[in-house]
């Protein structure tokens, strides 16, 4: 079976531009999950939805950061304009979750590794 | 507030048994999982416990006592591969996950 599958792997780009992650979860998921990644700040949830509904975004950063799932295949983050402290690895997770299936552990994609100079 | 803690950093010797120790204070607990993560790699699943006491599988085992708020990741005959981070993560009252900042295990020959 595939995994969630992210794209693009790495990402090079200059401050104030746009920057667009892109996430497949796996299918049958019904949770999808976005995560920065840095040295100091170490794994730090930014949003996620249940049922392509995003339900928790507290953990986006600033306005410059947008979320969004169209469809229970596919999710974006979106970050504009971009700057250097967002230079992270970003990941996309996907799990089976609800109370029913509390012991589903959550599924990670191999992350974006985005460097804004 | 919601708090797990964890060793920054272990080290081991190859063949040896390392515990990686987690305690937590969370709002309610739904179970408790432990990640994988290798160098420039993705967190992979290792283990959930729910219910107290110690769950094996293989060379790992992970233990858990809900009244102490104490969880560990046990790991034997240590390889060299085991060299990793490993992140202790609680399932919260809400379903959320609420991850630690994970132990950096080094393993020595």
């Known amino acids: 079976d595939a995994g969630v599958i992210q794209s693009p792997r790495h990402e090079v780009t200059e401050m104030g531009q746009e920057v667009t992650l892109r996430c497949k979860p796996i299918?049958?998921?019904?949770?999808l999950f976005w995560y920065r990644q840095t040295m100091m700040r170490g794994l730090e949830l930014l949003i996620y939805?249940?049922?392509?509904?995003?339900?928790?975004d507290s953990g986006m950063p600033e306005d410059r950061f947008s979320a969004k799932m169209p469809n229970a295949s596919f999710s974006t983050l979106k970050i504009q304009p971009s700057e250097p402290r967002d230079s992270a690895v970003y990941f996309c997770?996907?799990?089976?979750?609800?109370?029913?299936?509390?012991?589903?552990?959550?599924?990670f994609g191999d992350g974006t590794r985005l460097s804004i100079l | 507030g919601q708090n797990i803690d964890q060793p920054t950093e272990m080290t081991a010797t190859e063949g040896a048994i390392v515990q990686i120790n987690c305690t937590y204070q969370?709002?309610?607990?739904?179970?408790l999982f432990w990640y994988q993560q290798h160098a420039g790699e993705a967190p992979t699943f290792l283990s959930y416990?729910?219910l107290d006491g110690l769950e094996e599988k293989g060379r790992f085992s992970s233990f858990l006592s809900r009244s102490k708020g104490y969880s560990y990741l046990l790991l034997k005959e240590l390889q060299m591969k085991d060299s990793a981070s490993y992140l202790c993560?609680?399932?919260?009252?809400?379903?959320?996950?609420?991850w630690g900042a994970g132990t950096k295990l080094i393993i020595k020959p």
């Open positions: 416990n729910v």
């Open positions: 993560a609680v399932l919260d009252s809400n379903y959320q996950l609420i």
């Open positions: 299918s049958g998921h019904n949770s």
């Open positions: 969370t709002s309610g607990f739904n179970g």
């Open positions: 939805f249940n049922n392509n509904v995003p339900i928790d």
């Open positions: 997770a996907s799990s089976l979750a609800g109370t029913e299936h509390s012991n589903q552990p959550q599924h």
